[in-house]
């Protein structure tokens, strides 16, 4: 009888001495890109702020309210600017992954003194029956009869749609889809006026997502090739649509399922240029 050897893995296999010496290396790059970081945070503290001086109005489970009433009593606010347009059945995959990771922050923000509102054109009663269905905690509002999305670079036009171009994440993009992610900051002061001091957009609404940080310890990495963007892979997975009864009421979807129920036909075109809604 044969014994079936197994393939080693195609990868360099070293001794425990080269394997060391290479990690050391490595830290040291890791340790740059540690204190980058919070120089790269310290500069984002000290941008300039602007004075809001538009009166935006959402409608929330609480009726209608205004964006310094979003603070909730704290003094500062994060908005997550979340993909679903008024004729959407579903919110993106994307944000929805983003957003599988905010409930457990909720209680660590607001000791800081920070609020968290998503915010997408929606109306409320389909926002509502996604936070359900999705098991979803944080106060989720709708800016369906604002300019608030418009004025934030998340949101378009049809002229701007059937000019074929766009401003988004700061420069000029092809246009391809009515709306698009993004994470805004705000402060109030104790006088009541609100200020924006940060936005990012496309990529650079990854860091919340602490599942990459984890993949990105893999030996695999994220593992995302051939899907038609990167973060449908773990967001595939949805729960079902009442969530009274625990995990055993979830169901898996393919990638196709999750977008399906809004016109996907932008899909090919974004594959092309945005692996995440954008390369940084």
Known sequence: MKTQQSKGPAHAVVSREEWLRARVALLAREKEHTRQRDELARARRELPWVRVEKTYRFQTPRGEETLAELFRGKSQLLVY???????????????????DHVDGA??????????????????????????????????????????????????????????????????TEDAFVEDLPGISAFFKDAAGTVYHTYSTYARG????????????????????????????????????????????????????????????SWVPRARERWPFHGTG
């Not at 660590?108 to 997408?120: M, Q």
């Open 81 to 99: 600017h979340f993909m679903f347009g008024p004729d959407w059945e579903e919110g993106c995959a994307s944000c929805s992954l983003i957003c």
């Open 106 to 171: 909720l209680v660590h923000l607001e000791h800081r003194d920070v609020s968290f509102t998503a915010v997408s054109r929606a109306p409320l009663a389909k926002l509502e029956a996604f936070r359900k269905r999705l098991g979803w905690r944080f106060p989720w509002v709708s800016s369906e009869k604002s300019d608030f999305n418009y004025d934030f670079g998340v949101s378009f036009t049809e002229a701007e749609l059937a000019s074929g171009k766009v401003h988004y994440n700061f420069r």
């Open 205 to 264: 609404g990854e860091p919340p997502m602490g599942i990459y940080a984890w993949l990105d310890y893999a030996p695999k990495g994220r593992n995302e090739d051939g899907l038609d963007f990167s973060a449908l892979r773990v967001a595939q997975v949805l729960r079902a649509d009442v969530v009274d009864e625990p995990a055993a009421i979830l169901e898996r979807r393919n990638d196709a399922d999750v977008m399906s129920a809004h016109d996907r």
